[in-house]
């Protein structure tokens, strides 16, 4: 190992290597634990993550991917590792103003994405609460999905193209800008979702929409999960596919995030079971306004919905996605185990009072939050019990994840499955899936040196 940072630091000089007490200090502050990784290498180009690769392949050493270190199951977990930082590949190359796509390093921040997407008049509609550190590398590696996946797809819907570099070092370039292109296999879905296992994203080519003219945003009070649904339906008929966000938040949640010590603070007036804030993006300000309040207005007299708040500026709607942004409030009751769970919207209910049910017997005290992207299908759970030993853990994980199998659901719906969750791959995934997902592995990475050990263990 120490010929390889000597090597290492030859080639790409210090500033490309850190170890030591700055390898430490840059191993904090991530979501989940990232260990202490025995060196952390900066690249700063292709290039030079493909020399990496190249030596590190040639010694047998593994290597881990960082990009913001926002992910939320250990799949970043790199203790007595390599971590390769993509942190200076941080550029954004080009944008194609009449094609609508931008060629972007794999480092930048997902919000400078969207800056530099909003300053050349599109719109890049991948939104999530770590926008500020996640990177664009780490939102494709983890095909990330967020608040507007029912109106734009996951990030794997954003990306055209992608560069790519292999456990060996081979650089694969696959930088397409088109749309349609069915030319033999496409080959970036080997990166997409797939956790920095079979190669580490070092630029790509992400879809720009155009940007939409008008927003409107409501804050709902719901009386019955069943109305939920319904809503959801109601809206759609009605925005004629504007709809472009339905998160839907528990009262425990709601309750958290709108009383102290969090700062932000109801805009209903009464306390319901459920909460949706419903958004929709159109091309015509003056037209979708009174739509949009057409559409809640109905849902009022059909008793779809209790109460609902518009929001009347941008102050009062960034108001209402910040309560629902404001997940960090559940760390007041750390410690915390957090769940990102699929399954069909008709069983949410019976699953989340199962859950209640389940933890109540087991820990009275417990606290549990619900919240989630609805419309997708998918829920956010977290929950503190007031220890988290490992063995409190893997009951905790068996109360949330058995119910799944049967109804269908899926234990990972967006955060992927990392370290965290690789035991249960096998509850969401069939042996034939499983075993061609080891085949993939062995082919690209024979030697295990691409972040091992995440999504695939040995005994899956
Ligand atoms: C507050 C908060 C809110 C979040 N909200 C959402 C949400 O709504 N939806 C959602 O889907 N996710 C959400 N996430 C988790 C989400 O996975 C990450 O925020 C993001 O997609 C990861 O980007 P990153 O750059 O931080 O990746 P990292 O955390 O650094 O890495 C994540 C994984 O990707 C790999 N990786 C990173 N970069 C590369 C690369 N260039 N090439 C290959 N592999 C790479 C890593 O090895 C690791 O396995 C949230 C996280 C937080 C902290």
Same mark, same amino acid.
């Given at each position: ?19 030591? %007490?700055? %390898? ?12 202490? =990784?025995?060196?952390?290498?900066? =690249? ?52 194609? =103003? ?363």
């Amino acid at each position: 190992m120490m010929d390889l940072l000597e090597t290492l630091t030859d080639e790409l000089g210090a500033v490309a290597v850190l170890t030591g %007490a700055d %390898a430490e200090e840059k191993s904090q502050g991530a979501w989940a634990p990232m260990g202490t =990784p025995l060196a952390i290498i900066r =690249p700063a180009n292709t290039q030079e993550v493909s020399r990496v690769m190249e030596l590190a392949h040639a010694a047998g050493q593994q290597v881990i991917a960082w990009g913001g270190k926002t992910g939320l199951v250990e799949g970043g977990h790199a203790d007595g590792e390599l971590a390769l930082s993509l942190e200076r590949l941080n550029a954004i190359d080009s944008i194609d =103003p009449i094609g609508g796509t931008m060629s972007v390093q794999a480092g930048v921040p997902l919000q400078k994405v969207c800056e530099a997407a909003e300053e050349a008049g599109f719109f890049f509609p991948l939104d999530l609460g770590a926008r500020g550190s996640a990177t664009i590398g780490g939102n494709i590696a983890t095909n990330a999905g967020g608040n507007r996946v029912i109106r734009y797809g996951m990030t794997r819907a954003l990306v055209l193209g992608l560069e790519a570099v292999l456990a060996d070092g081979t650089i694969v370039s696959s930088m397409n800008r088109l749309i349609k292109n069915n030319a033999g296999y496409d080959l970036k879905q080997l990166f997409i979702g797939t956790e920095g296992t079979l190669g580490i994203v070092t630029r790509a080519v992400v879809r720009l929409h155009s940007k939409p003219l008008s927003q409107d945003t409501g804050l709902v009070g719901v009386e019955s999960f069943e109305n939920l649904p319904k809503l959801l339906r109601h809206m759609e008929a009605r925005l004629g596919g504007t709809l472009s966000a339905y998160e839907v938040m528990w009262d425990g949640f709601y309750q958290l995030v709108t009383n102290e010590p969090a700062a932000g603070r109801s805009p209903l007036e009464g306390r319901y079971p459920y909460y949706a804030l419903v958004e929709a993006m159109g091309g015509d300000q003056e037209a979708d306004t009174p739509r949009f309040e057409h559409a809640l207005m109905g849902a009022l007299e059909d008793g779809i919905i209790c109460d609902a708040v518009i929001a009347k500026s941008d102050s009062e709607r960034e108001a209402m996605w910040a309560l629902r942004d404001d997940v960090g409030q559940v760390l007041h009751h750390y410690p915390i185990f957090t769940f990102d769970v699929s399954l069909p919207i008709a069983d949410m209910e019976m699953y989340v009072a199962g859950l209640e049910a389940s933890f109540d017997a087991t820990w009275p005290d417990n606290k549990l939050f619900v919240f989630g992207h609805l419309g997708d299908g998918n829920l956010h759970v977290i929950i503190g019990v007031g220890d988290d030993s490992p063995a409190t853990r893997k009951a905790v994980e068996q109360i949330v994840y058995a119910p799944l199998q049967k109804i269908g659901g899926s234990v990972s719906a967006e955060h992927g499955i990392g370290l965290e969750k690789r035991d249960y791959l096998a509850l969401s995934r069939g042996p034939e899936e499983i075993a061609l997902m080891r085949l993939l592995k062995k082919s690209l990475d024979p030697k295990g040196i691409l972040n091992p050990g995440k999504v695939l263990s040995p005994e899956n």
